[in-house]
T-cell receptor, first 113, second 109 residues
Framework: DGGITQSPKYLFRKEGQNVTLSCEQN?????MYWYRQDPGQGLRLIYY???????QKGDIAEGYSVSREKKESFPLTVTSAQKNPTAFYLC????????????FGEGSRLTVL | AQRVTQPEKLLSVFKGAPVELKCNYS??????LFWYVQYSRQRLQLLLR??SRESIKGFTADLNKGETSFHLKKPFAQEEDSAMYYC???????????FGAGTRLFVKA
């Protein structure tokens, strides 16, 4: 079953703790993305990676970190420096060619207590 | 700065009525333009892309470069069109895609 898998679906964290969200894809896509979705604000780009071992900051990268050691995986760490981490996080990937279509995971909801 | 504006947070129409979801963008260069849709309990997915000049589920989108708009239209709305719609420009090659705040379309019976 091809697609993008995010885990966990729900995560609770205490203030001051780092947490890592997993994103795995078996679509053989080069590019991967992390977005944050808040009510009334749509999706905001956190980080994206066009190729293994390379990634770029999006519009709201502060307080987040990523790695891209494997083509299939693009984990996102929400650090304690992120001031308002409670949100819904979406991972996406994009294949080659010029279509530009993004394929999304089901998302992870992080709640900071 | 790159920006996407979807002025309506909520759009409510009756079944069979025409619908237009507005999108204005500010993006350097010549962006590629997309509309994404999220139905209840489903993943966000592509609805249509400008480059394909296609009509999907009866929806079309007209690009007006002068007004930098990419409005989504359907002549006769159906109840199953009820969903959240996002306008999304991307840089040439489509690597950096940004999204508008979204418009929730509610089609009443």
């Amino acid at each position: 079953d091809g697609g993008i898998t995010q885990s966990p679906k729900y995560l609770f964290r205490k203030e001051g703790q780092n947490v890592t969200l997993s994103c795995e894809q078996n679509l053989n896509h080069d590019a991967m993305y992390w977005y944050r979705q808040d009510p009334g604000q749509g999706l905001r780009l956190i980080y994206y990676s066009q190729i293994v071992n390379d990634f770029q900051k999006g519009d709201i990268a502060e307080g987040y970190s990523v790695s891209r050691e494997k083509k299939e995986s693009f984990p996102l760490t929400v650090t304690s420096a992120q001031k308002n981490p409670t949100a819904f996080y979406l991972c996406a990937s994009r294949g080659g060619g010029s279509t530009g279509e993004l394929f999304f995971g089901e998302g992870s909801r992080l709640t900071v207590l | 700065a790159q920006r996407v504006t979807q002025p309506e947070k909520l759009l409510s129409v009756f079944k069979g009525a025409p619908v237009e979801l507005k999108c204005n963008y500010s993006y350097s260069g010549s962006p590629e333009l997309f509309w994404y849709v999220q139905y209840s309990r489903q993943r966000l997915q592509l609805l249509l892309r400008h480059i394909s000049r296609e009509s999907i589920k009866g929806f079309t989108a007209d690009l007006n470069k002068g007004e930098t708009s990419f409005h989504l239209k359907k002549p006769f709305a159906q109840e199953e069109d009820s969903a959240m719609y996002y306008c999304a420009p991307a840089d040439t090659g489509g690597f950096k895609t940004i999204f508008g705040a979204g418009t929730r379309l509610f089609v009443k019976a």
